[in-house]
């Protein structure tokens, strides 16, 4: 088994202000995402990568940068941070070949 | 480009009872896996379901579904609602023949009643 490790779990910033998200896997999984989960919404990708130092953007992409500069951590950006931007923030990683999404708990993100 | 459609953002239904969720999808693939995640309070998503053949029922835990290309579904569906099945459920598809996207339907939430 393995885990995915989001910190933190709790985010607050200022409106404007850089902000970022990282997240941890040992389970080893090639291919990692960041998901914005806002209720009513769903999951909306904001970036994924297939494998260390690859960056894709997704359909959310706009307002954020990603990093991906080790095969187990995949970082999130927030250039600057916008009220309407609060939500649950989720990583995911999988292997390249098999299916299944593995989740991590989410950091939520709250702009003043 | 893909895309996954969840008409319900909340079902209620009485303990006992049966229930379905909708699931339809467009996508422009021909090979694509589809998937239920559930999402239980302050717990993160984790699988429920996943199926690549079509017209073959998968089930796990009490929930069932079967993937129906000619409708594009894959509906969710259990026969005896429990308490415990109140959660946030999630449709999705992936393309795992060559790209890595996930599409996620909208969600819906479950709310089980005694």
């Known amino acids: 088994g393995g885990i995915i490790t989001q910190t933190p779990k709790f985010l607050i910033g200022q409106e404007g202000q850089k902000l970022t998200l990282k997240c941890q896997q040992n389970f080893n999984h090639d291919t990692m995402y960041w998901y914005r989960q806002d209720s009513g919404k769903g999951l909306r990708l904001i970036y994924y990568s297939i494998t260390e130092n690859d960056l894709q953007k997704g359909d959310l992409s706009e307002g954020y940068d990603a990093s991906r500069e080790k095969k187990s951590s995949f970082s999130l950006t927030v250039t600057s941070a916008q009220k309407n931007e609060m939500a649950v923030f989720l990583c995911?990683?999988?292997?390249?070949?098999?299916?299944?999404?593995?989740f991590g708990s989410g950091t939520r993100l709250t702009v003043l | 480009g893909d895309s996954v459609t969840q008409t319900e953002g909340l079902v209620t239904v009485t303990e006992g009872l049966p229930v379905k969720l909708n699931c339809t999808y467009q996508t422009t693939y021909l090979t694509i896996a589809f998937f239920w995640y559930v999402q239980y309070l302050n717990e993160a998503p984790q699988v429920l379901l996943k199926s690549s053949t079509d017209n073959k029922r998968t089930e796990h835990q009490g929930f069932h579904a079967t993937l129906h290309k000619s409708s594009s579904s894959f509906h969710l569906q259990k026969s005896s609602a429990q308490l415990s099945d109140s959660a946030l459920y999630y449709c999705?598809?992936?393309?795992?023949?060559?790209?890595?996207?996930?599409?996620f339907g909208s969600g819906t939430r479950l709310l089980v009643s005694p």
């Open positions: 999705a598809l992936s393309d795992w023949t060559g790209g890595y996207k996930v599409v």
């Open positions: 995911a990683s999988r292997t390249a070949s098999a299916e299944t999404l593995y």
